[in-house]
């Protein structure tokens, strides 16, 4: 049964600084990974998706990387702004399928 | 990228009465669609997948009588809360995959308050 785990669970930063968020996997027989970024009270906004064949995908300051054989992925997020205060959370399919299962997410606050 | 919608966006209903939950796919197909509940502080929670043209299949622990699932079209799939509680008050939100990658794409998300 595929099991996510984000690391860590919340994180406080300066504005400036460059963070990683950590998210592992269990079952390493995935289709994709995806990170979604989730404002309080509000819904998902997809940030960036991982094809199994691939190693990494950026978008502006944003860059994932997978590596399946460890179960693990990275979101690394350059020059931190307040704006991007949110729960960041990643999602595999489920051993054997497609559906997604959550991690527990990471819930950042950037300072000003 | 492919666009997902739910209706309404938030309800708020009496204990006993049943609400539903619409989720459409506007510019792509869907055989397939999942739910998902989301508590205040805690992940997304996959509830069951809607499959067009048959029953759905609920996650273990999730009550088939209690949410009813219709995906009687390629474009829509419907969750019916019925005989509502004050603990079913919760976010629930739907997706829908893409063909080719997979990629999951997220309707914004009903917000279900039950007094």
């Known amino acids: 049964k595929q099991e996510v785990t984000q690391i860590p669970a919340a994180l406080s930063v300066p504005e400036g600084e460059n963070l990683v968020l950590n998210c592992s996997f269990t079952?390493?027989?995935?289709?994709?990974l995806q990170w979604f970024r989730q404002d309080p009270g509000k819904g998902l906004t997809s940030l960036l998706l991982?094809?199994?064949?691939?190693r990494e995908q950026t978008s502006g300051r944003l860059n994932a990387s997978l590596d399946k054989s460890s179960g693990r992925s990275t979101l690394y997020i350059a020059a931190s702004q307040p704006g991007d205060s949110a729960t960041y959370l990643c999602?595999?399919?489920?051993?054997?399928?497609?559906?997604?299962?959550f991690g527990t997410g990471t819930r950042l606050k950037v300072l000003a | 990228g492919a666009v997902v919608s739910q209706h309404p966006s938030w309800v708020i209903c009496k204990s006993g009465t049943s609400v539903k939950i619409e989720c459409r796919s506007l510019?792509?197909?869907?055989?397939?669609m999942f739910w998902y509940r989301q508590f205040p502080k805690q992940s997304l929670m996959l509830m069951a997948t809607?499959?067009?043209?048959?029953?759905?299949?609920?996650e273990q622990g999730v009550e088939k009588d209690k949410f009813l699932i219709n995906h009687a079209s390629l474009t829509l799939s419907t969750l019916t809360v019925t005989s509502a509680h004050p603990e079913d008050s919760s976010f629930y939100i739907c997706?829908?995959?893409?063909?080719?990658?997979?990629?999951?794409?997220f309707g914004p998300g009903t917000r279900l308050t039950v007094t």
């Open positions: 809607s499959n067009e043209g048959s029953k759905a299949t609920y």
């Open positions: 997706s829908a995959p893409a063909r080719q990658t997979y990629e999951q794409y």
């Open positions: 510019d792509f197909q869907a055989t397939t």
């Open positions: 991982i094809q199994s064949s691939q």
């Open positions: 999602a595999v399919p489920g051993s054997g399928t497609y559906k997604y299962i």
């Open positions: 079952d390493s027989a995935i289709y994709n």
